[in-house]
Nanobody, 121 residues
Framework: QVQLVESGGGLVQSGGSLRLSCTAA????????MAWYRQAPGKQRELVAG???????SYADSLKGRFTISRYNAQNSMYLQMNRLKLEDTAVYYC???????????????WGRGTRVTVSS
């Protein structure tokens, strides 16, 4: 079984910063693509940022310049540094990753349960 566990969410004032973490736990052989998504109340889940196995990052256009995605492969971890947070950044943030449990098996898609970020005025 593979579990993706997010952490780092919380309450922050507008203009502040948070750093989210995602760690893959359980039986993990390898991870290729990883991404952060978010879902605000009443809205569809949207892609925030993605990072591939070579640490090449991509971002939603509206977030580029404020958010930075990174990964630390030795710990099967991914991070999202969020700066200059705005009220509209309030959402549940989800970790997504393609994970292989064993050598020679195909990579499968996994989701974390999310960590809530609330930005106040």
């Amino acid at each position: 079984q593979v579990q993706l566990v997010e952490s780092g969410g919380g309450l922050v004032q507008s203009g502040g910063s948070l750093r989210l973490s995602c760690t893959a736990a359980g039986t993990v052989f390898g991870i290729n693509n990883m991404a952060w998504y978010r879902q605000a109340p009443g809205k569809q889940r949207e892609l925030v940022a993605g990072i591939d196995s070579d640490s090449i990052a991509s971002y939603a256009d509206s977030l580029k310049g404020r958010f930075t995605i990174s990964r630390y492969n030795a710990q099967n971890s991914m991070y999202l540094q969020m700066n200059r947070l705005k009220l509209e950044d309030t959402a549940v943030y989800y970790c997504n990753a393609h994970v292989a449990m064993y050598r020679g098996v195909r990579y499968r898609d996994y989701w974390g349960r999310g960590t809530r970020v609330t930005v106040s005025s």
